[in-house]
């Protein structure tokens, strides 16, 4: 895989680019390979420049659920214990087994 293109190869292919130049000449000229110049005519009629947008979201996407998120509140604060609505510390609750 070739390595990335300069900010000014890409900018010299951009230009080459409007001038409609062949794409065989443009790889020749800036020293690139023909599939970059094709993915830069790409990149500048879908996205508008060079390189395309980053994506918002990556990775995996979380999808935890209300119960998962109690869970790993108890796992962190395994000190209080929670009756209802209101919350009391185990220490004070040694009358329950």
Wanted: hydrophobic residues 35%; positive net charge.
């Amino acid at each position: 895989m070739p390595h990335a293109l300069s900010q000014s190869k890409s900018n010299a292919v951009k230009v080459m680019l409007e001038l409609n130049m062949t794409h065989d000449t443009i790889a020749a000229e800036v020293k690139c390979s023909e599939r970059q110049v094709r993915r830069i005519l790409h990149n500048l009629l879908h996205y508008g420049s060079v390189k395309r947008p980053k994506a918002d979201q990556q990775g995996r996407k979380p999808n935890l659920t209300a119960e998962m998120e109690q869970v790993s509140f108890f796992h962190v604060n395994p000190n209080i214990l929670i009756l209802g609505t209101s919350r009391i510390p185990k220490s004070s609750m040694y009358w329950i087994c």
